[in-house]
């Protein structure tokens, strides 16, 4: 039986890259290491990092994307892990995407694709996530 203050132990950073294509709000996803399902951007606290640099860093590791963070946008909720066997606290932070990469240093450990930002929408069982997106994301 563990606590939750086990749970709480291994805190993320996530970021949640949004392009505009075209005439609609997409958003990019990436496999999990292990697992393969579609996640974002996520990585773990770094003592010489704010939380923002390490946001963009995994959006650049990951992704192999570059752009700019909102100002405002910053949201704690709890997130399941890929594995699906912890929830984690997470942080997630909003990206406008700039610049994808061709090459970028995990191109053999995942792929990343794009969706619609109705279809990111849906996906997310976080009720307060998915409001506080709703209302922050726009062209």
Do not use: C
């Amino acid at each position: 039986m563990t606590s939750k203050k086990q749970h709480h132990k291994k805190k993320r950073i996530a970021v949640v890259p949004v392009v505009m294509s075209k005439t609609k709000l997409k958003v990019y996803l990436i496999t999990s290491r292990q697992e393969r399902q579609w996640i974002i951007p996520t990585g773990k606290l770094e003592k010489k990092l704010s939380n923002r640099q390490v946001a963009a860093l995994e959006a650049f590791e990951e992704a192999g994307i570059l752009g700019k963070l909102d100002k405002h946008f910053r949201e704690q909720v709890l997130l399941q892990s890929p594995s699906g066997k912890n929830k984690r606290k997470t942080t997630i932070f909003l990206l406008y995407v700039k610049r994808t990469l061709k090459f970028w240093p995990e191109i053999h450990d995942r792929k990343r694709k794009l969706v619609s930002l109705k279809k990111y929408l849906k996906s997310i069982s976080n009720k307060k996530l998915k409001r506080k997106l709703t209302k922050n994301i726009h062209a």
